[in-house]
């Protein structure tokens, strides 16, 4: 059974950092895309970075280059995303997604994929 797991949300200041990881079981990494969407109260789900099942390419959604990076650790069948220099809009429900839709995308929609359950940061002081 395909399953991924997300952990690391929380409470940050603005300007701080986490960093999410996104567990997948039941599954190969090697042979999927995998992405970080987020959903905020009131809006609907977005892309925010995706990344190919070679690592070879990459999508950033404007409003986190620069400060957001993914990364993916096939060996662990874990993927990672470093949320860095924190802003309040950067607050909601992340969750990873895996899909054998082509980056980028993958990213551009949130139909066709796997899910996690979702962990919630957010950012305020």
């Known amino acids: 059974q395909l399953q991924l797991v997300e952990s690391g949300g929380g409470l940050v200041q603005p300007g701080g950092s986490l960093r999410l990881s996104c567990a997948v079981s039941?599954?190969?990494?090697?042979?999927?895309?995998i992405g970080w969407f987020r959903q905020a109260p009131g809006k609907e789900r977005e892309g925010v970075l995706c990344?190919?099942?070679?690592?070879?390419?990459?999508y950033y959604a404007d409003s986190v280059k620069g400060r957001f990076t993914i990364s993916r650790d096939n060996a662990k069948n874990t993927v990672y995303l470093q949320m860095n220099s924190l802003k309040p809009e950067d607050t909601a429900v992340y969750s990873c997604?895996?899909?054998?839709?082509?980056?980028?995308?993958?990213?551009?929609?949130?139909?066709?994929?796997?899910w996690g359950q979702g962990t919630q940061v957010t950012v305020s002081s």
């Open positions: 997604a895996a899909s054998t839709i082509p980056v980028p995308r993958m990213c551009l929609i949130t139909k066709g994929h796997y």
């Open positions: 039941g599954f190969t990494l090697d042979y999927y895309a």
């Open positions: 990344i190919s099942s070679s690592g070879g390419s990459t």
